[in-house]
């Protein structure tokens, strides 16, 4: 049921987000690789294969906010899941109508990624 694998970028400052998230997401049938910031992203050579991104809101240096209006600017069109651990539900709901595909509160459930990824994937136009 499950499509071709598509690539995933985590950006996240938090060691264990990093190590866990990507082993999920490949479970989901995804590749998924993890960045600890939104400059190590940018600076990968991953980033033009990314399809979807699971990012962080609050993290030093340039927020996942400031990174997802980067991207814009760039015209890079590639579906946002926000993640915090720090916001509530208000910040969520601006964060969907800036853009983001969804925004989870942390901890969420394993099924509450898969929904949210499924969603973000589905809502990519074609290339």
């Known amino acids: ?26 479970v989901f049938g995804h590749d998924a690789e993890a960045f600890s910031s939104a400059e190590e992203f940018l600076s990968s050579k991953r ?22 209006r980067e991207l814009a600017q760039q015209g890079r069109k590639i579906p946002i899941i926000f993640i915090t651990a720090h916001g509530d539900e ?4 601006r964060l969907r109508q800036s853009g983001a595909v969804e925004c989870l509160l942390k901890p969420f459930t394993d099924t509450a990624l898969l929904d949210a990824l499924n969603a973000a994937l589905q809502s990519r136009s074609p290339p």
């Not at 049921?1 to 490949?26: C, G, N, T």
């Not at 033009?48 to 997802?68: F, H, N």
């Open 47 to 68: 980033i033009d294969q990314t399809k979807c991104m699971v990012l962080d809101i609050a993290m030093p240096g340039r927020s996942g906010v400031e990174l997802q």
């Open 1 to 26: 049921m499950m499509q071709q694998r598509k690539y995933i970028a985590v950006v996240d400052d938090d060691e264990s987000i990093r190590e866990s998230l990507p082993d999920l997401i490949r």
């Open 90 to 93: 208000q910040d969520c709901q």
